[in-house]
């Protein structure tokens, strides 16, 4: 097999892998730059409800617990405590068989700013990334679309790893031509390739199979948190737990409440300050939990309190993390662009802005290159290359089960439909 016939065999599978995943990527690109830049945006379309304008001592969070008790007629489930001074708490009620209400509050005077539903504007952002609006079938199409993403890089760099007359970083012929539009494809997916890929792959620990997976090894081989009895907590909670404690919740404890005040001084007390969220006890018996707001990934802390006792139960941080958490709560923090600062966010944003711009000059090179009203670049001949290539990507798709079972189907796709041509 030679490498003529094995670059067209590539070009192949990038061709399909681009097809079938290139209106998600093309979401997944504009939601993750906009998710990047969340607390700015925030700040902007809910500037009065977030930005305080009084100044003084702050109530007793309770005071304020009472408030909105009072105002919505429905428990508190969780309170956000901003790390700037300058910013509300929000407390969230969840109405059963209703979206979740979120209410600003003023901790100087316990007064409710606003308020906005099932997350608001950015939670319907991050909805859209994840695909979560289209129920737990979106979930499963997230982990198919990262995994034919890291088909297309691989594929990509192959065909633009510079050869004898080609070079891997150049811009070529007339703007409008086909040569331009080539260069331009490959360069961008070149320079950008590394990013995209490491994109895609720490994607995966949010999604159910291949992240759960991925957690139950963690746990099972203790490369994570330390174990604890468990009591699970409501899966609407679940977004704002460290990746490691997706899994479980905290042990069961006594009878009574000891009350936020005192859970809020006891974490003040453990040198957590401003930026944390306070998981109430969702049933009796069930412990308060606190959990920091995580920018850089040594950052992450769960303390577990005792509602009845006031005991601090469980006390976690980045010290009491396994190689395997670590491992993937820096890629997380990596990947929302937090984990070394602006810098970081910059490159993630050119990332995804990049993986927009090869969503969009993909269709264009291909509508200038399509020949004789062929679709599809031709098969590879002799068939030894398309096995060989086929190969390869069965290998990968075996790291992503489900990523693996679609490449599976679009082989026997390719195959039914050259037998129905044949006929």
Same mark, same amino acid.
């Given at each position: 097999?030679?490498?003529?016939?094995?670059?067209?065999?590539?070009?192949?599978?990038?061709?399909?892998?681009?097809?079938?995943?290139?209106?998600?990527?093309?979401?997944?690109?504009?939601?993750?730059?906009?998710?990047?830049?969340?607390?700015?945006?925030?700040?902007?379309?809910?500037?009065?409800?977030?930005?305080?304008?009084?100044?003084?001592?702050?109530?007793?969070?309770? *005071?304020?617990? +009472? /408030?909105?008790?009072? %105002?919505?007629?429905? !428990?508190?489930?969780?309170?956000? =405590?901003?790390?700037?001074? @300058?910013?509300?708490?929000?407390?969230?009620?969840?109405?059963?068989?209703?979206?979740?209400?979120?209410?600003?509050?003023?901790?100087?005077?316990?007064?409710?700013?606003?308020?906005?539903?099932?997350?608001?504007?950015?939670?319907?952002?991050?909805?859209?990334?994840?695909?979560?609006?289209?129920?737990?079938?979106?979930?499963?199409?997230?982990?198919?679309?990262?995994?034919?993403?890291?088909?297309?890089?691989?594929?990509?760099?192959?065909? *633009?790893?510079? +050869? /004898?007359?080609?070079? %891997?970083?150049?811009? !070529?012929?007339?703007?409008?031509? =086909?040569?331009?539009?080539? @260069?331009?494809?490959?360069?961008?997916?070149?320079?950008?390739?590394?990013?995209?890929?490491?994109?895609?792959?720490?994607?995966?620990?949010?999604?159910?199979?291949?992240?759960?997976?991925?957690?139950?090894?963690?746990?099972?081989?203790?490369?994570?948190?330390?174990?604890?009895?468990?009591?699970?907590?409501?899966?609407?909670?679940?977004?704002?737990?460290?990746?490691?404690?997706?899994?479980?919740?905290?042990?069961?404890?006594?009878?009574?409440?000891?009350?936020?005040?005192?859970?809020?001084?006891?974490?003040?007390?453990?040198?957590?300050?401003?930026?944390?969220?306070?998981?109430?006890?969702?049933?009796?018996?069930?412990?308060?939990?606190?959990?920091?707001?995580?920018?850089?990934?040594?950052?992450?802390?769960?303390?577990?309190?005792?509602?009845?006792?006031?005991?601090?139960?469980?006390?976690?941080?980045?010290?009491?993390?396994?190689?395997?958490?670590?491992?993937?709560?820096?890629?997380?923090?990596?990947?929302?662009?937090?984990?070394?600062?602006?810098?970081?966010?910059?490159?993630?944003?050119?990332?995804?802005?990049?993986?927009?711009?090869?969503?969009?000059?993909?269709?264009?090179?291909?509508?200038?290159?399509?020949?004789?009203?062929?679709?599809?670049?031709?098969?590879?001949?002799?068939?030894?290359?398309?096995?060989?290539?086929?190969?390869?990507?069965?290998?990968?798709?075996?790291?992503?089960?489900?990523?693996?079972?679609?490449?599976?189907?679009?082989?026997?796709?390719?195959?039914?439909?050259?037998?129905?041509?044949?006929?």
């Amino acid at each position: 097999m030679d490498g003529k016939h094995l670059y067209r065999a590539m070009w192949r599978w990038h061709f399909f892998a681009g097809l079938i995943v290139l209106p998600v990527l093309a979401l997944m690109a504009v939601t993750g730059a906009l998710y990047l830049y969340k607390p700015e945006i925030e700040r902007a379309v809910y500037h009065d409800r977030i930005i305080l304008t009084t100044i003084g001592p702050m109530l007793a969070p309770s *005071r304020f617990v +009472r /408030a909105v008790e009072t %105002a919505t007629g429905e !428990r508190v489930a969780q309170i956000i =405590r901003p790390a700037a001074a @300058d910013e509300s708490w929000r407390l969230t009620v969840r109405p059963e068989g209703k979206p979740p209400i979120t209410l600003f509050v003023d901790p100087h005077d316990g007064a409710i700013l606003g308020r906005i539903s099932d997350g608001g504007i950015m939670q319907t952002v991050k909805h859209l990334h994840s695909l979560a609006l289209t129920g737990p079938v979106g979930n499963l199409l997230v982990e198919i679309v990262a995994g034919w993403a890291i088909l297309l890089v691989v594929t990509g760099f192959y065909l *633009r790893w510079p +050869r /004898a007359g080609s070079r %891997a970083l150049a811009l !070529r012929g007339r703007p409008g031509g =086909r040569l331009f539009w080539q @260069d331009l494809h490959g360069t961008l997916g070149f320079l950008a390739a590394g990013v995209i890929l490491f994109l895609a792959v720490t994607g995966m620990p949010w999604t159910d199979v291949w992240g759960g997976g991925l957690r139950n090894v963690v746990a099972a081989n203790n490369w994570g948190r330390p174990k604890s009895p468990v009591l699970p907590w409501v899966q609407s909670t679940k977004d704002v737990l460290p990746w490691t404690l997706r899994e479980s919740g905290a042990s069961i404890g006594g009878h009574g409440d000891v009350g936020v005040d005192a859970v809020i001084r006891i974490a003040g007390q453990r040198g957590v300050g401003g930026g944390y969220s306070l998981i109430l006890p969702a049933t009796p018996g069930a412990p308060y939990l606190v959990v920091t707001s995580v920018m850089a990934a040594q950052d992450a802390r769960a303390i577990t309190v005792d509602a009845g006792s006031g005991a601090v139960v469980q006390d976690i941080d980045w010290r009491h993390f396994g190689p395997g958490a670590k491992a993937v709560e820096w890629g997380i923090a990596t990947h929302q662009g937090q984990q070394y600062g602006e810098v970081n966010r910059l490159l993630m944003l050119a990332g995804c802005l990049v993986l927009l711009l090869l969503c969009a000059t993909g269709p264009i090179l291909w509508w200038k290159r399509r020949r004789d009203g062929r679709l599809a670049p031709p098969p590879s001949a002799p068939p030894g290359a398309g096995r060989t290539v086929a190969g390869l990507m069965i290998l990968l798709g075996a790291l992503f089960p489900l990523t693996g079972l679609s490449m599976i189907a679009a082989l026997g796709g390719g195959r039914l439909v050259r037998r129905v041509r044949s006929t």
